[in-house]
Antibody, heavy 119, light 106 residues
Framework: QVQLQESGSGLVKTSQTLSLTCAVS??????????WSWIRQPPGKGLEWIGY???????HYTPSLKSRVSMSIDTSKNQFSLQLSSVTAADTAVYYC???????????WGQGTLVTVSS | DIQMTQSPSSLSASVGDRVTITCRAS??????LNWYQHKPGQAPKVLIY???TLRSGVPSRFSGSGSGTDFTLTISGLQPEDFATYSC?????????FGQGTTVEI
């Protein structure tokens, strides 16, 4: 199993862009068939899938966030990234990166990073 | 989007108890249902996938069942390390969606 670690700013101002990176270790991000996802959990609420990116760069985002989300992948650094624009307080959450298994489940997860949006 | 509804939202239990958590999908998802355990400050982990398949390394006291719209996670003989939050997730169609979580407390 690979290990994942999120990093990025823990405090973002309202209307600005949230940026996070997930470093993958113990395996190559280029492994065929796997997708790399971002998931978040607002305080007191359930988990919400944000989207995924394949090593090819192909992406798929959840419709509710599609207009504000961008994901990228850097195979040379074995990491992938999330950008969420025009944030509001509703985007305050613990953000997780995770590996999507070809057995249709999230296999490895990062520990999560809290991002707070405040004016 | 497929809505996933878990019940109960929380429960109190003791070590050794048998615990059952249910998850209902807003439409049929065949057996594309996964269960996760998560604890504060730790990486969530998958327990059960495709409704009833135990992930390698997960204790056999965890089991899953169901198909279509109704699913169950059972913990037979609750252990101290099992006090956590459990979430179901459908992998039938994107956007993949989760239940709101069930917290198992002492």
């Amino acid at each position: 199993q690979v290990q994942l670690q999120e990093s990025g700013s823990g405090l973002v101002k309202t209307s600005q862009t949230l940026s996070l990176t997930c470093a993958v270790s113990g395996g190559s991000i280029r492994s065929g068939g796997y997708a790399w996802s971002w998931i978040r959990q607002p305080p007191g609420k359930g988990l919400e899938w944000i989207g995924y990116i394949y090593h090819s760069g192909r992406t798929h985002y959840t419709p509710s966030l599609k207009s504000r989300v961008s994901m990228s992948i850097d195979t040379s650094k074995n990491q992938f990234s999330l950008q969420l624009s025009s944030v509001t307080a509703a985007d305050t959450a613990v953000y997780y990166c995770a590996e999507w298994s070809d057995n249709y489940y999230f296999d490895s997860w990062g520990q999560g990073t809290l991002v707070t949006v405040s004016s | 989007d497929i809505q996933m509804t878990q019940s109960p939202s929380s429960l109190s239990a003791s070590v050794g108890d048998r615990v059952t958590i249910t998850c209902r999908a807003s439409q049929s998802i065949s057996n594309y249902l996964n269960w996760y355990q998560h604890k504060p400050g730790q990486a969530p982990k998958v327990l059960i996938y495709i409704a009833s398949t135990l992930r390698s390394g997960v204790p056999s006291r965890f089991s899953g069942s169901g198909s279509g719209t109704d699913f169950t996670l059972t913990i037979s003989g609750l252990q101290p390390e099992d006090f956590a939050t459990y979430s179901c997730q459908q992998s039938f169609s994107t956007p993949w969606t989760f239940g709101q979580g069930t917290t198992v407390e002492i």
